[in-house]
């Protein structure tokens, strides 16, 4: 059974499932993947003693917790010592997208010039479950498999720094990923996932210049996406002018207020 805190944080009978000496690794991981999935909102409070009765462990392990994922920078620690869910940053979001194009293009293309059969086979499985979920409108699994589907091709791209940078870049932009998500709902086309197919194809021949272009229109795609969300205005085409037939408001007279008792 699955029990909740007053601050939203989920707790899974955590010492049953807990292999011993791991709870610095545990409490991490939980915790990574409940901000990760918005299941802990922007800005909820972390306390360490909570979160240690919680995990069935001590502070030490928790406190160690939270530190890395500082340092991810999903976890904000304030000047008292508190230690918060990070917020989000609505400046930084054109240096986000900025860097999701540049590095899409750049792992593509090195991919592309070092095409591995092994890893392409598992491109392709990710993509034809990706092709799966949006079918079926789950929105929360399309945004895991995006995120596997763009490491597996870093990873390709056979350097390491890019694949931390990558896996950094996806891990920030999850969140961000998953309110453009709820906000969509299931109304994506399957046509969103068409660079998928191109990257796939061009990395597979070789091709690093087409890899390059795909990566890049995937990046477009997100962000077209995204901004389409940001300036959706359901009310914009709704008439505020009485329509004919309408009473005119102005010429009805409120009732005068009845007595308590009637004159004799």
């Not at 990760?36 to 009765?53: C, K, M, N, V």
């Not at 092994?118 to 499985?125: A, I, Q």
């Not at 870093?154 to 990923?177: C, E, H, K, P, Y």
């Amino acid at each position: 059974m699955a029990s909740t805190d007053n601050n939203g944080i989920r707790r899974k009978n955590a010492a049953a499932r807990r292999p011993r000496g791991t709870g610095a690794a545990f409490v991490y991981e939980s915790l990574k993947a409940q901000i990760l999935d918005l299941e802990l909102a922007p800005g909820t409070l972390l306390d360490e003693t909570d979160l240690s009765r919680q995990f069935s462990v001590s502070r030490s392990p928790v406190r160690e917790a939270l530190i890395r994922l500082s340092a991810e920078s999903l976890v904000t620690t304030l000047r008292n010592r508190t230690s918060i869910v990070a917020p989000f940053d609505v400046a930084i979001l054109p240096s986000y997208f900025d860097a999701v194009q540049l590095l899409y293009r750049l792992s593509t293309r090195l991919a592309a010039s070092r095409p591995d059969p092994e890893k392409l086979e598992k491109l392709r499985t990710i993509q034809a479950v990706h092709e799966k979920v949006l079918e079926s409108g789950d929105m929360n699994a399309m945004v895991r498999q995006n995120r596997e589907f763009h490491l597996v091709i870093a990873d390709m791209s056979g350097n390491v720094f890019i694949s931390t940078w990558m896996r950094s870049l996806l891990d920030q932009g999850q969140r961000i990923l998953r309110l453009y998500a709820h906000n969509l709902g299931d109304k994506l086309s399957t046509d969103v996932l068409e660079p998928h197919r191109k990257m796939i194809a061009a990395i597979s021949r070789g091709d690093a210049d087409m890899a390059e272009q795909a990566g890049r229109q995937d990046a477009n795609t997100l962000i077209e996406e995204f901004r389409r969300v940001l300036t959706h205005q359901p009310t914009a085409s709704i008439s505020l002018q009485p329509m004919r037939g309408d009473p005119d408001l102005r010429t009805i007279k409120a009732d005068k207020p009845r007595s308590e008792a009637s004159p004799k």
